[in-house]
């Protein structure tokens, strides 16, 4: 097969152990800027060109797009649904994955535990959407915020206040967040693919950060989770419509809570810390669903 990688860093690890992953099981790969792709969006022949050329032959793309270009990134991914070619997380899903607000709403929907979440507009709705998440400690995210950057730990109501009225007066979208005290800056990422957990480990924050994310100081150890922290994850990864993704998940008082569902997570960490290759069992997946395709034999996840 020839698969596409969608990723603007070849020179990061992810992107160097998915083509990597795809050699090994005899695929030709090849690693595509999303940014330097530009479409020719028609009813006859849809078509993506790239470096003066136009993208064809192409089986399978895996898309590594980055939180920065996201509309762009999605609409390159929607081309290559349009083209035919089998994508491992589609645009629709990786659109809902990024929008936090709607992520929550959709695991909300579906029932899936999570930390009591608050959302508002008006500076006046600051003193009861306080008290609606349990008051403080509290947590105050911006919704366009990434890997722990925009995520502030409010420790009393007065700071909490401060902290929103800043981020409303500054016209930014915000989430309030319940904290969970127990969880001790440290949560689980599980790598889901398809409806399997292949990894899972534990990460922990630097002393005097909640925070667990490694690039900020974390650090991570491998884990075992429990059944149900396992069904969570697989279920807030079909909430999405994902194929391959990172989950978050906080242990709580009252059980596992999912904290984020992310499309396109960062590989390095996991295999480095569990020792487990995530890259092998998302071309296993890819082949299994292109197959299926080929074959118009129903397609069993």
Known sequence: ????????????????????????????????????????????????HYEGEELVGFDAIIP?????????????????????????????????????????????RKGIGMPITGFANKPNDIPDL??????????????EGTQ?????LAETKTAAESVIEAFLGLKANILVQEYIKESNGSDIRCFVVGDKVVASMKRQGPEGDFRSNLHLGGCGEKIKITPEERK???AAV??????VAGVDILRSHRGPLILEVNSA?????????????VTEPIV????????????????IA
């Not at 990134?73 to 936090?100: H, L, P």
């Not at 722990?148 to 502030?152: L, M, N, P």
């Not at 590989?267 to 487990?276: M, N, R, Y």
């Open 1 to 48: 097969m020839k698969i596409g990688i969608l990723s603007q860093f070849p020179q990061l690890y992810s992107t160097q152990r998915l083509v990597a992953a795809c050699e090994e099981r005899g695929h030709e790969a090849v690693v595509i800027n999303t940014l330097n792709c530009y479409m020719n969006i028609n009813s006859i022949k849809p078509s993506i």
């Open 64 to 108: 590594r797009i980055h939180a920065s270009v996201t509309f762009y990134g999605c609409a390159v991914v929607r081309q290559f649904e349009m083209m035919g070619v089998f994508v491992a997380n589609d645009s629709i899903s990786i659109a809902r994955s990024r929008d936090k607000l709607r992520a929550l709403q959709l695991l909300s």
């Open 130 to 143: 306080i008290n609606m998440v349990g008051g403080a400690p509290l947590v105050i995210k911006l919704l």
């Open 148 to 152: 722990g950057i925009g995520v502030v």
């Open 232 to 234: 969570m994850a697989v």
């Open 238 to 243: 079909k909430a999405m419509g994902l194929v």
């Open 265 to 277: 997570p960062g590989i390095e960490g996991i295999e480095q810390t569990t020792g487990i290759s």
């Open 284 to 299: 296993e997946y890819i082949e299994k669903m292109v197959a299926a395709r080929k074959s118009n034999r129903p397609i």
